[in-house]
């Protein structure tokens, strides 16, 4: 497992960019897969993002498709989630998430789900007016 610190969350009106870092101690980060989840009050845990472990492969929920890039830097042992165009309905604490199953295992999107992440970060608030 890693341990996960998320940063760069805050309060913006719609059409405004922010972006999340994930900071990750421990040696094994460069061998996981990264994601991001995001919770919005009263609604469950839903995926965003994921990223490969090299960085190569990523996908995203549709929602965000054009919008949000993620990508990861192994040096730094940072993954971040660059969020643009932002909606009052991305409003949501945003998590990033570390899973030890290859990125292929997500290909299909049923498996994209906070059970197959055994890595968490504390959260980061992002609050769009419109």
């Known amino acids: 497992q890693v341990q996960l610190v998320e940063s760069g969350g805050g309060f913006v009106q719609a059409g405004g960019s922010l972006r999340l870092s994930c900071a990750a101690s421990?040696?094994?980060?460069?061998?996981?897969?990264m994601g991001w989840f995001r919770q919005a009050p009263g609604k469950e845990r839903e995926f965003v993002a994921l990223?490969?472990?090299?960085?190569?492969?990523?996908f995203y929920t549709d929602s965000v498709k054009g919008r949000f890039t993620i990508s990861r830097d192994n040096a730094k042992n940072t993954v971040y989630l660059q969020t643009n165009s932002l909606k009052p309905e991305d409003t949501a604490v945003y998590y990033c998430?570390?899973?030890?199953?290859?990125?292929?295992?997500?290909?299909?999107?049923?498996?994209?789900?906070?059970?197959?992440?055994?890595?968490w970060g504390q959260g980061t608030q992002v609050t769009v007016s419109s």
């Open positions: 998430a570390g899973s030890n199953k290859p990125a292929n295992y997500f290909s299909s999107t049923e498996f994209l789900t906070p059970s197959n992440f055994d890595s």
């Open positions: 421990g040696r094994t980060f460069s061998t996981t897969v």
């Open positions: 990223i490969s472990r090299t960085g190569v492969y990523s």
